[in-house]
């Protein structure tokens, strides 16, 4: 069973203006002369961690790390009281990627993401497709109508009835028959005892699900106030626009990804993005080896799940 790469630091990093008032942080680590690698965080709303850099051999990759808008390091924060959320869609993820590659020349990378991060990794390449080396993608997401509605509007309260509760208690009752719209509304309040608990909330019932065991680590850093408010803002914007995508684009498309080698790993048990949606990646991209982790959910550094990335990140390390 594989485990994380040592610890390493960033021998370099910066804030990338890349318009609409909006400077994204990145960082490099690893081998400078190395194989491009670009790690596309959860969420989205979520933020790069320094484990996310020993998912690669830092002796033979160039090791590419970026806080998406509105998160992390990134500029503006979604958690200040005045943020304009206008110019945050897939899309203009997708342009801060290529705006990144070309300010780091870069020719190519392989770009590796997990959860939302396969969301926007799929939306990449199936946009930049000769400039994907290769693919990594974890615990598939492509925010389809039946994805959002079994995590954010009830399905998964049958496997986690106590969490549900804590999901469900912001929300008054005669708004409880659209979640997502709800949340919308709570989470844009201009009042911090409304949009305060609703963040919380929210981000606790994500921490709360995507683990097979119970992680209070992992839900002690969603519950930080400042991480929650700009998680759950951001991930709230994204689902009420559907991701900015046509119904099932992301699977629809998925055949102009059949030059690129790839890897799908799933975890068998993954409550947050159910095992049916890399499924369907996988029937419809079938040239991309399809890994079921038995024993695992949703959470990268789960045994099993870790493992299966470090093997395919070795195997793409040339």
């Not at 304009?84 to 342009?95: F, G, K, P, Y």
Request: some cysteine; overall charge negative.
């Amino acid at each position: 069973m594989r485990s994380f790469y040592p610890e390493i630091e960033p021998y370099d990093s910066g804030l990338l203006d890349v318009g609409d008032g909006q400077s994204i942080y990145w960082e490099t680590s690893g081998n400078p002369d190395g194989k491009p690698a670009v790690f596309l965080h959860g969420g989205p709303g979520g933020e790069t961690q320094p484990n996310h850099r020993r998912l690669f051999d830092p002796a033979k990759y160039r090791i590419v790390l970026l806080d998406q808008r509105g998160s992390g390091r990134s500029l503006p924060h979604a958690s200040d009281a005045d943020i304009d959320l206008s110019a945050h869609t897939t899309w203009h993820l997708v342009d801060d990627l290529e705006l990144l590659r070309q300010y780091l020349r870069i020719e190519r990378w392989l770009v590796f993401g997990g959860s939302w991060g396969s969301t926007l990794a799929l939306a990449y390449a199936e946009t930049h497709q000769s400039r994907v080396s290769e693919l990594v993608l974890r615990g598939i997401f492509t925010l389809r109508k039946s994805e959002l509605d079994w995590f954010y509007e009830g399905g998964a309260q049958a496997v986690f009835p106590d969490a549900w509760e804590g999901f469900l208690a912001p929300v008054p009752i005669g708004e409880r028959n659209t979640l997502i719209q709800a949340y919308h509304r709570l989470l844009n309040d201009p009042d911090p005892a409304v949009h305060g608990p609703a963040a919380v909330a929210w981000s606790i019932w994500e921490a709360s699900t995507i683990t097979l065991l119970p992680r209070p680590d992992v839900v002690s850093v969603f519950a930080d106030p400042r991480y929650a408010l700009a998680f759950a803002r951001i991930e709230n914007h994204y689902f009420v626009n559907r991701g900015f995508f046509d119904e099932g684009q992301l699977i629809r498309d998925a055949s102009t990804l059949a030059d690129i080698p790839g890897v799908i790993v799933q975890g068998r048990y993954d409550i947050c993005t159910p095992a049916v949606t890399a499924w369907d990646l996988h029937r419809a991209w079938p040239q991309a080896e399809f890994v079921m982790v038995p024993d695992a959910g949703h959470a990268f550094d789960e045994p099993g799940i870790l493992s299966a990335l470090i093997d395919a990140t070795d195997r793409f390390a040339g």
